[in-house]
T-cell receptor
Framework: DVKVTQSSRYLVKRTGEKVFLECVQD?????MFWYRQDPGLGLRLIYF???????EKGDIPEGYSVSREKKERFSLILESASTNQTSMYLC??????????????FGSGTRLTVV | AQSVTQPDIHITVSEGASLELRCNYS??????LFWYVQSPGQGLQLLLK??????LVQGIKGFEAEFKRSQSSFNLRKPSVHWSDAAEYFC???????????FGTGTRLTIIP
């Protein structure tokens, strides 16, 4: 069964901490994505990557960075966590350059609370 | 740029009743359209997708959706809901040659006995 695995289901961090959210996929997908999900706002794209070491900003990149050193792993980094980054974070992956054809496979999400 | 609207934030349906969730999209050409379901505390699971051909698409769990170009809609339907269908449902739109999907804000479905 193909999978996108997010390393933590729940995280609690303090304001100002540097936070790493990890995502691994085993489907050899080219594209990987980080979304945050907030009530009433749906899913908003933070960053995505279409190849190793390649990244593009999404709709809300401020306060975040990403790293993709290997094809299967895509990390989201909160440089200095703030309370307004408390949210559900979803990782997804997809196949190929025209991946809209196929849709995404999602991980189970990481619920991050910043206190 | 593509966009998608789900006009219903929350819908309550009795178990065994029929269901229709609305989705309207905006895109200049033929879009790729998706419905995803999210159970509480989980990620999103693909229910069905449309990108060409027959405008009535069958998905998993007994769901179907119909693409209506004239109305820019892709509504999700189920003839008889089960308590396990209680979840949040997201419509998404994509474009040819584009890696990114744009998601709606979701519709939360509650099932009452």
């Amino acid at each position: 069964d193909v999978k996108v695995t997010q390393s933590s289901r729940y995280l609690v961090k303090r304001t100002g901490e540097k936070v790493f959210l990890e995502c691994v996929q085993d489907m050899d997908h080219e594209n990987m994505f980080w979304y945050r999900q907030d009530p009433g706002l749906g899913l908003r794209l933070i960053y995505f990557s279409y190849d190793v070491k390649m990244k593009e900003k999404g709709d809300i990149p401020e306060g975040y960075s990403v790293s993709r050193e290997k094809k299967e792993r895509f990390s989201l980094i909160l440089e200095s966590a703030s309370t307004n980054q408390t949210s559900m974070y979803l990782c997804a992956s997809s196949f190929g350059r025209a991946s809209s054809n196929y849709g995404y496979t999602f991980g189970s999400g990481t619920r991050l609370t910043v206190v | 740029a593509q966009s998608v609207t789900q006009p219903d934030i929350h819908i309550t349906v009795s178990e065994g009743a029929s269901l229709e969730l609305r989705c309207n999209y905006s895109y200049g050409a033929t879009p790729y359209l998706f419905w995803y379901v999210q159970s509480p505390g989980q990620g999103l699971q693909l229910l069905l997708k449309y990108f060409s051909g027959d405008t009535l698409v069958q998905g998993i769990k007994g769901f179907e959706a119909e693409f209506k170009r004239s109305q820019s809609s892709f509504n999700l339907r189920k003839p008889s809901v089960h308590w396990s269908d209680a979840a949040e449902y997201f419509c998404a739109v994509g474009a040819r040659g584009n890696e990114k999907l744009t998601f709606g804000t979701g519709t939360r479905l509650t099932i009452i006995p």
